[in-house]
């Protein structure tokens, strides 16, 4: 007859394996960041798609290409002082993200040609009419830096505001369908302005900060996320 502590020693290897990944999966979604947690989870899981914010909120999926959505950007003089480019830099960046994804986008020039004209966004509800969308998203920026506090040799990108989706398809005032607030700061900590160089530095976190923009608008893929 075989004793209980003779099918314990025979089974040790594959619970000590066990174990070992137990402890493995436990260590990666905990440390700081989520990098480690989100590879060891596309490892036991594959890479699942997310389902977009806006999509959660309303039902609606954009990249079906049946709504029409138009992007505009407010900022503050304090942020337009400094980066006078950033709203139509914001849009044209986020238009051809959410193109390639299906979404229907007014465009971002036809935007821009309009704003000029105006000087102002004002109303969101003629904006819409004038070019037939049927939702607007407004990406109000409260926060926009590259620089460290007294420190003219380090970088970190910050970003925060509010962005606010009006639903304009009915024939009332438009509806706030979806509002979210963000921040965002990359890299975690500052970098040395000698490893990269300003212009590019800003261009990449322009990138990043306009693709973390565009998900709430789209499903994407877990390693599509932008920490």
């Known amino acids: 007859m075989i004793s209980c502590g003779a099918i314990v020693r025979s089974r040790w290897p594959f619970f000590r394996s066990l174990l070992i990944w137990f402890l493995a999966?436990?260590?990666?979604?905990s440390l700081p960041g989520c990098s480690l947690g989100v590879m060891m989870g596309k490892m036991l899981f594959g890479d699942p798609k997310l389902k977009c914010q806006f999509r959660a909120a309303t039902d609606v999926d954009l990249t079906k290409g049946e709504k029409?959505?138009?992007?505009?950007?407010?900022a503050p003089h304090s942020v337009l002082s400094k980066t006078p480019s950033i709203q139509i830099d914001i849009l044209d960046?986020?238009?051809?993200?959410?193109?390639?994804?299906?979404?229907?986008?007014?465009s971002a020039d036809d935007v821009a040609a309009w704003f000029d004209d105006h000087g102002e966004w004002g109303d969101f509800s003629e904006l819409a009419e004038r070019f037939d969308a049927d939702y607007v998203m407004n990406i109000s920026i409260d926060e926009f830096s590259?620089?460290?506090?007294?420190?003219?040799d380090l970088q970190q990108g910050k970003m925060a505001g509010k962005v606010q989706v009006l639903d304009c398809s009915g024939s009332g005032e438009p509806v706030t369908a979806f509002e979210r607030n963000f921040s965002l700061q990359f890299?975690?900590?500052?970098?040395?302005?000698?490893?990269?160089?300003?212009q590019l530095f800003a261009e990449g976190f322009l990138d990043r900060t306009s693709l973390t923009l565009a998900q709430f608008l789209y499903d994407h893929r877990a390693s599509e996320t932008v920490h």
């Open 25 to 29: 999966v436990l260590t990666a979604t």
């Open 68 to 74: 029409s959505i138009l992007l505009a950007c407010s």
């Open 93 to 106: 960046r986020m238009s051809r993200t959410l193109e390639i994804r299906g979404v229907k986008v007014v």
């Open 146 to 152: 590259l620089e460290v506090p007294d420190s003219r």
């Open 187 to 198: 890299p975690d900590y500052p970098v040395p302005k000698e490893n990269r160089s300003e």
